[in-house]
């Protein structure tokens, strides 16, 4: 789907622009929720044209910030995955060194800017824009947020620019999940590098089962999707093609193709990772598994093969340890063996998908999760930050899959990744969501407009 992403410094209006986009006060939706903790990613239209819209951290000014050079990575991460962008500037402020410098990093990458002057409550101050044609952009729009003025015109021009091909296949894209939503079809994808044994574990599954309901027509050229019910789940299987090691000629710096994979992964309501028993966790198991972490993807690992290996209880624990260790990042994800000649373990894999997309869906009520908040600080006093101690006033869950919570802070800036990462384990604890991955976001008690605070 067509991507646009909203960027700029901090205190401009780009989370506000954001929800006003797509009219929601919150900053998670349910289809694609964000990426990380200062990238936030909803599904909108305007003018019945589809596209997805991403919510970036601020891009901060200087150096001394210790937090600069995170959200300037991730960005940058943006520039590749976006289409076009916003570019959100503060027409009360005028033209900063930052703007110059985010608008440099734009040009780059030779894709559409849009470039919104924000905070122009008073009509009378439309020529304030005039400046910033200086950041080298034709299309400049004045706008304010607060009043909803400009945001259509400024909607208007960036779906014109999108290419008739993209808004057909975005309209396809939104047609399909909706009538996958309506038939409750739960999407799986199978992915792992070549030779790991992916499309004989899928037919171990079909064959195991004797329940194929339909064959349909993969997406691209290297997916085959096949439908199938257990239990009475309706699971759409995605087998993807392996993920192969390139090498580039001019710096002999490895790296994958992994744009068909990748979109597999994003579509996904559960991906399985077949890691071969023989091997076990590789490096490129380790980057498919980045791409799970990205996108927030409940997972299970499947080790297969384990029909090559001696039945020896040690040496496949030690197996199932090394993968664990090399794919750290995704603890949520639970690990089964299995043997796609034989099907040992085929049933174990089902039932794990099954668990780890209910734990995706499953919603705690507010005084339950702050009463596991209130135990999790007594467990470790939190961090200080400026001599005074970091507090969690309250949380709650928000709308949406994969689980994601909003807490309500003193200090968002004072929240460590060590502390933040001791509250996410024992969330998963005491609210049961072992199998689930998790996302943590913070918000100052100060901020009465709705801008997402996150912690980097």
């Known amino acids: 789907m067509y991507r646009v992403a909203i960027v700029g410094r901090p205190n401009v209006g780009k989370s506000s622009l954001f929800n006003r986009i797509i009219g929601k006060r919150k900053a998670i939706v349910e289809d694609i929720p964000g990426i990380t903790r200062d990238r936030i990613v909803a599904e909108t239209e305007w003018n019945g044209i589809p596209f997805e819209i991403v919510d970036t951290g601020g891009y901060l000014e200087g150096d001394d910030d210790k937090f600069a050079e995170y959200i300037r990575k991730q960005i940058e991460k943006e520039l590749d995955l976006s289409d076009a962008f916003i570019l959100v500037v503060d027409g009360k402020t005028g033209l900063t060194p930052a703007d110059i410098d985010i608008a440099k990093i ?49 909607l208007d021009k960036v779906v014109e620019d999108i290419p008739d091909y993209e808004i057909e296949e975005s309209k396809k894209e939104v047609k399909e999940k909706k009538k996958e939503k309506k038939e409750g079809v739960i999407k799986v994808a199978l992915v792992g590098k070549p030779n790991a044994g992916k499309s004989s574990l899928f037919n171990a599954i079909v064959g195991e089962e004797r329940a194929v309901v339909s064959d349909i027509p993969g997406t691209t050229r290297d997916v085959v999707d096949t439908l199938i019910e257990w239990n009475g789940n309706k699971l759409l299987f995605l087998d993807t093609a392996g993920l192969r090691k390139k090498s580039k000629v001019d710096y002999g710096v490895e790296f994958f193709s992994v744009g068909r994979t990748l979109e597999t992964i994003k579509k996904a309501d559960v991906v399985v990772l077949v890691i071969d028993a023989e091997q076990g966790a590789t490096e490129q198991d380790t980057k498919i598994a980045h791409l799970i972490q990205k996108y927030t993807k409940p997972a299970v690992i499947v080790i297969n093969k384990i029909d090559k290996i001696p039945p020896n209880y040690e040496l496949l624990e030690s197996i199932k340890s090394q993968v664990r260790n090399r794919l750290y990042f995704i603890p949520f994800a639970p690990i089964v063996l299995t043997s796609a000649k034989t099907r040992k373990g085929i049933k174990t894999l089902l039932k794990e998908i099954m668990d780890v997309y209910n734990q995706s869906l499953k919603r705690v009520k507010t005084g339950q999760l702050n009463k596991a908040l209130q135990q999790i600080q007594k467990l470790r006093q939190p961090p200080t930050y400026r001599g005074k101690p970091v507090k969690i006033y309250y949380g709650t869950q928000l709308e949406g899959k994969p689980p994601a ?48 605070k996150n912690k980097n």
């Open 106 to 154: 734009l040009h780059k990458t030779k894709k559409p800017v849009y470039v919104a002057v924000n905070k122009l409550d008073n009509p009378n101050k439309e020529n304030l824009v005039y400046e910033f044609y200086e950041l080298g952009f034709e299309n400049i729009f004045p706008i304010s947020v607060i009043q909803k003025v400009g945001i259509g015109e400024l």
């Open 405 to 452: 919570f909003l807490l309500f802070v003193n200090y968002p800036e004072g929240f460590k990744e060590s502390y933040l990462r001791f509250i996410e384990n024992n969330l998963r604890t005491l609210l049961g969501f072992e199998k689930a991955p998790m996302k943590i976001l913070l918000r100052g008690k100060d901020d009465k407009k709705g801008e997402m």
